[in-house]
C-alpha cells in the first residue's frame, strides 16, 4: 500500500525567456517568488495555491509546456501503477521519474516534497 497526490503545476520554459515567464506569472498570480539554493531552474510562485507548489521551471529546448508533479511516498511502486494504466518512463533526475501519459503529456513521480500534515491529509491511499 502506498499514497501519492497531485502536487503541482510546472511551467516548462526555454531557459532564455524564463525571467519575463517569472515576471509575468508572479504579477498574474499576485506571488512572491522562491529560488531553492542549488536548484536555480526553479522558480516556485509562493502561495499562488494553497497546498499546492506552482513553479516555473528553466529548460533547455525551445518547447514551452506544462506539466504536472505526483508526489508519492514509495517511488517505484507509484511509477509501476502509473505504467500499468498505460504511462511510459522517458527519463529520471536525481529522485524523480518523468513519464509520458497515453495522450502524450509529460509528468514527473517526486518523493513527497509537501509538508506531513497536508501530504496526509489530501493523498490517496492505493492498494
Known amino acids: 500500500m502506498h499514497r501519492s497526490r497531485l502536487v503541482g503545476v510546472i511551467f516548462d520554459t526555454p531557459a532564455a525567456r524564463v525571467g519575463s515567464e517569472v515576471s509575468f506569472w508572479a504579477g ?3 506571488t512572491p517568488t522562491y529560488s531553492p ?3 536555480e531552474q526553479f522558480t516556485a510562485l509562493v502561495g499562488a495555491v494553497p497546498d499546492f507548489f506552482t513553479v516555473v521551471q528553466a529548460v533547455g ?3 514551452p ?3 504536472v508533479d505526483i508526489e508519492t511516498d514509495d517511488l ?3 511509477v509501476e501503477r502509473l505504467t500499468a494504466l498505460g504511462a ?3 527519463g529520471r533526475w536525481k529522485d524523480a521519474f518523468t ?3 497515453p495522450g502524450g503529456h509529460v509528468l514527473c513521480v517526486v518523493p513527497v516534497h509537501s509538508d506531513p500534515e497536508t501530504f496526509a491529509r489530501t493523498a490517496h491511499t492505493w492498494p
Request: hydrophobic share 35%.
Open 76 to 78: 517505484a511502486a507509484e
Open 88 to 90: 511510459e518512463s522517458v
Open 37 to 39: 539554493p542549488g536548484e
Open 61 to 63: 529546448d525551445d518547447a
Open 65 to 67: 509546456r506544462y506539466h
Open 28 to 30: 498574474a498570480l499576485g
Open 99 to 101: 513519464m509520458r501519459s
